[in-house]
C-alpha cells in the first residue's frame, strides 16, 4: 500500500491531472495525412481520427503515437500520458500500463492489430539513425539508441522533406537506407 500511495504522490507532484484519461486509441482514415504528429485532440478529430471505443476524445493537447507505423494500431496522447513516462521514461511501459487500467476500468481492449513480420530496428541501427538524422540537421538530441518523442519527430520531419509518406515516424531499415544514402550524397 504504501508503494502505491508513493508513486500516486509521483504522479501528483509531475503534473498529472485528474479527470484527464492518458489518451485513447484512435482509429485514423485510410487517407490520414500524418502532417503533424502533434496538435488538439478536436484537431485530430478534424483530420477525421475517431476513437476506438466510440468515447469522446479527452480535451486539450495530444500527440500521435503510431508504435508500429501507419500500418499498425494509432493512438492520441495526453499530457497525463507524458506524467506515466516521467515516472518511468518507456513507451512500452506507459501505453501497457495505460491500456491495463483501461481494461481495469471495463473498457474494451484495442482494436488495432500489429501488423505482421514487423522488423524492429537494433538499438545500434536506432543510434545510427539518430547520428544520420542529427548530421542532417534533423535531430538535436542524445545519440542513445533510444527512440522518444524526439527521434519520431526527426524522423516525421525528415520523412516529409523526402515526400516519403506515410510520414508516421516510425523507423524501419527502409528508413535507415534511405538516410544512409542522403548523407552520402552530400558534398563533402
Avoid: C, M
Amino acid at each position: 500500500l504504501d508503494s502505491l500511495a508513493s508513486i500516486a504522490n509521483f504522479l501528483r507532484q509531475s503534473g498529472w491531472q485528474p479527470g484527464l484519461s492518458w489518451g485513447a486509441e484512435a482509429i485514423l482514415p485510410k487517407n490520414f495525412g500524418f502532417a503533424s504528429l502533434h496538435g488538439s485532440f478536436a484537431a485530430f478529430a478534424a483530420q477525421g481520427a475517431k476513437s476506438a471505443n466510440g468515447d469522446p476524445f479527452p480535451q486539450g493537447d495530444a500527440t500521435l503515437f503510431v508504435p508500429s507505423g501507419a500500418a499498425g494500431p494509432a493512438f492520441l496522447l495526453s499530457a497525463n500520458y507524458w506524467v506515466l513516462k516521467a515516472y518511468n521514461n518507456s513507451d512500452s511501459y506507459a501505453l501497457s500500463l495505460s491500456l491495463l487500467a483501461q481494461r481495469i476500468e471495463g473498457k474494451p481492449a484495442p482494436r488495432g492489430h500489429w501488423p505482421e513480420g514487423l522488423v524492429f530496428l537494433s538499438r545500434t541501427q536506432k543510434a545510427e539513425i539518430q547520428r544520420l538524422l542529427e548530421s542532417l540537421d534533423f535531430y538535436h538530441g542524445p545519440i542513445d539508441g533510444r527512440f522518444g518523442q524526439a527521434s519520431r519527430d526527426a524522423i516525421h520531419t525528415f520523412q516529409i522533406s523526402i515526400k516519403a509518406g506515410p510520414a508516421d515516424g516510425f523507423a524501419t531499415p527502409e528508413l535507415l537506407d534511405r538516410l544512409v544514402a542522403e548523407v552520402s550524397a552530400r558534398p563533402q
